[in-house]
């Protein structure tokens, strides 16, 4: 039982790439987020979905977009990557409704230059 | 009002002492709390849901008070292994799934 699985671990892009930073989970759970965690702002919701063709914004989504096709997968998808967006970025899982809390992947460093 | 508010820290505690984190909250609907630990360079990791009756954990307990919007963790007998990040956790106002994270509170066990 892998958990939450984030590829890659570490990234650089030069400014105006793009990317997709992959997730997947194998705990069948409907809820998926993203965050981002800068030093001094704590972790900011990007995006997230609670069940496969649903998603939503959450606090900073502008420059991200996401799909969630399958249960298991969420990836995150960079559209022109911009220095602002360095970043660690964490995907998380959930079942029940999130009542129990998220479950992170172990994180994907970003550096735009 | 920021939506989750904790002490800014950090705390510097020696082993074996007792060490509370508080937290504030402005959304008076949210149902959902929690605490994580955040060890550095590593992913946030549950340490413990919060209850209205108030719970515990061996030496972790968590308090809510809901009239005041304010969670509280007690870590009794600080252990070295103990250093981390300690953030508040709290759903947000439109949807059950989405989670509001406080910045955090560093805390550092010392021998």
């Known amino acids: 039982n892998a958990g939450v699985t984030q590829t890659p671990k570490f990234q650089v892009l030069k400014t105006g790439q793009s990317m997709t930073l992959q997730c997947a989970q194998d705990m069948n759970h409907e809820y998926m987020s993203w965050y981002r965690q800068d030093p001094g702002m704590g972790l900011r919701l990007i995006h997230y979905s609670v069940g496969a063709g649903i998603t939503d914004q959450g606090e900073v989504p502008n420059g991200y977009n996401v799909s969630r096709s399958t249960t298991e997968d969420f990836p995150l998808r960079l559209l022109s990557a911009a220095p602002s967006q360095t970043s660690v970025y964490f995907c998380a899982s959930s079942g029940n409704r999130a009542l129990y809390g998220y479950t992170f992947g172990s994180g994907t460093r970003l550096t735009v230059v | 009002r920021k939506e989750v508010e904790q002490d800014p820290g950090p705390f510097n505690v020696p082993e074996g002492a007792t060490v509370a984190f508080n937290c504030t909250y402005s959304?008076?609907?949210?149902?959902?709390f929690f605490w994580y630990r955040q060890d550095c360079r590593k992913e946030p990791k549950l340490l413990m849901s919060v209850y209205s009756s108030g719970n515990e954990d061996g030496r972790f307990t968590a308090q809510l008070n809901r009239a005041s919007q304010y969670i509280s963790l007690l870590i009794r007998d600080s252990k070295l292994s103990d250093s981390a990040t300690y953030l508040c956790v709290v759903n947000a106002r439109r949807s059950q799934g989405n989670l509001i994270f406080g910045k955090g509170t560093k805390l550092s066990v010392k021998p």
């Open positions: 959304n008076s609907a949210s149902q959902s």
